[in-house]
């Protein structure tokens, strides 16, 4: 996630889980590790968690902390180096605990699809986030459940592909999520990539 000419790492697995974060400066081509004081607030450690941009604070959501699934919501305050928690873990107010789902971040609120909850079932859930709290998109037409897929933002809609559904096929459709008519819309490109999951998607454009 990129901030203010920084990009941000946090957490992930390197011989063990880790909630280490650290920032790479494009001026001066460094790595930095952001070390807070003994005692201070900070997540546990995690995996195929979320993490996105909001007015320039990092939002991090759910993944997996060993076998244990995680539905926290964390903001790392970037100007202050310091986190708050804005939702613990095991909260019923939002999504259930998941991992290996999407999130992107969309004019002030982030969006979460998808993943695979605590008893290992693909989702297909969509949730809206902002700093007031969670509000669940329910729509008859969606993509199927999946885990492993990817998102991308292009202007005000949140593009979808791929991913691994319930019968732990590959998948290789691509959707539209669109913030202004609130729906989601499948797309059929005459040609479409092989069906995979955990690829990467970048979306370019304003």
């Known amino acids: 996630t990129r901030v203010s000419e920084r990009v941000y790492l946090f957490g992930g697995h390197a011989f063990w889980d880790r909630n280490d974060v650290w920032y790479f400066e494009i001026g001066n081509l460094g790595w930095n590790e952001i070390r807070l004081g003994r005692g201070q607030l900070k ?38 180096d310091l986190w708050e928690q804005h939702a613990a ?26 993943g695979q909850d605590a008893n290992e079932q693909k989702r297909n859930d969509l949730w809206k986030w902002d700093f007031s709290g969670w509000s669940e998109l329910s729509l008859s037409s969606r993509p199927s459940p999946r885990a ?3 998102v ?14 319930s019968s732990d096929s590959l998948l290789n459709d691509l959707w539209e999520y669109s913030t202004f008519d609130v729906r989601w819309m499948r797309k059929e490109p005459a040609t479409l990539p092989p069906p995979r999951y955990r690829h990467v998607m970048l979306g370019l454009g304003p």
């Open 152 to 165: 991308a933002r292009i202007g005000f809609s949140m593009f979808l592909f791929g991913g691994r559904d």
């Open 43 to 80: 997540p546990p450690v995690r995996t195929e968690h979320s993490m996105v941009e909001m007015q320039g604070s990092l939002i991090v959501f759910g993944g997996r902390q060993g076998l244990s699934c995680l539905n926290d919501v964390w903001e790392f305050k970037t100007e202050l």
């Open 148 to 150: 492993g897929h990817r």
């Open 89 to 114: 873990n095991g909260n019923t107010d939002g999504p259930l605990a998941r991992y290996a789902h999407s999130a992107v971040s969309i004019a002030g609120e982030m969006f979460v699809f998808g």
